[in-house]
């Protein structure tokens, strides 16, 4: 267990439709950062945030946004969901961002998302 | 631009044989290293990392993975495979900006009894 949570578990919405995903990072750990691993992509980065603030941006849809709240946790919006946008979404944190952190990430179990 | 190679797809060993599973990468400045792997319907589990020192890394569960600045390569290796280290692996670089990791597509390892 890495200690990064995520709801929920599994999620299946219709096309057009918004979805929240939600996550919570390891005791301690300030960033927090979105990847989306489908077949043909692979698992690629979305974006990170750090003690509440976006700090990088990946290969994020403009139909796709971020937060970090007060308590650190994170929410990933997704909206107008397409069929592609079906992939597994894991959340990861880490205690710093790159250069001040032990630089490992850890992740959570993942959200599956299916659009149909 | 940044990128991380994995090879082979598939990674086929008997138990007890010693495993390697390939990477190469292509970062700027000094690479930080890192091999994850992922059982069915879970999540990335974090095997071990370089940041600097030692070329030879030694990890969780018995793995290890040999840096070799020259050939660009971060091999994972293993001196004799379990059946229950069948598994995806993955290998992974941080970016410049040391705000993400960078992937590879992945290595299937399947272990034989």
């Known amino acids: 267990d890495s200690g990064v949570t995520q709801t929920p578990k599994h999620l299946i919405t219709a096309t057009g439709q918004r979805v929240t995903l939600r996550c919570s990072p390891r005791s301690g750990d300030l960033s927090v950062y979105w990847y989306q691993q489908s077949l043909d992509q692979g698992l690629q980065f979305l974006i990170q945030y750090y003690n509440g603030e976006e700090r990088a941006k990946g290969n994020i849809l403009e139909r796709f946004s971020a937060q970090q709240f007060p308590d650190l946790h994170s929410e990933l919006n997704l909206s107008s969901l397409e069929l592609g946008d079906s992939a597994l979404y894991f959340c990861?944190?880490?205690?710093?961002?790159?250069?001040?952190?032990?630089?490992?990430?850890?992740f959570g179990p993942g959200t599956r998302l299916t659009v149909t | 631009a940044q990128s991380v190679a994995q090879p082979e797809d598939q990674v086929n060993v008997a138990e007890g044989n010693p495993l390697t599973v390939k990477c190469t990468y292509s970062v700027s400045g000094n690479p930080y290293l890192f091999w994850y792997v992922q059982y069915p319907n879970r999540g990335l589990q974090f095997l071990l990392k370089?940041?600097?020192?030692?070329?030879l890394v030694k990890g969780s569960y018995g793995f290890e993975a040999e840096f070799n600045k020259s050939q660009t390569s971060f091999h994972l290796k293993k001196p004799s495979a379990l059946v229950s280290d069948s598994a995806l692996y993955f290998c992974?670089?941080?970016?410049?900006?040391?705000?993400?990791?960078?992937f590879g597509k992945g290595t299937t390892l399947s272990v034989s009894s």
């Open positions: 992974a670089a941080l970016n410049q900006a040391g705000t993400a990791l960078i």
């Open positions: 990861a944190s880490s205690e710093g961002l790159g250069a001040g952190g032990t630089y490992e990430q850890y």
């Open positions: 370089y940041i600097t020192g030692d070329n």
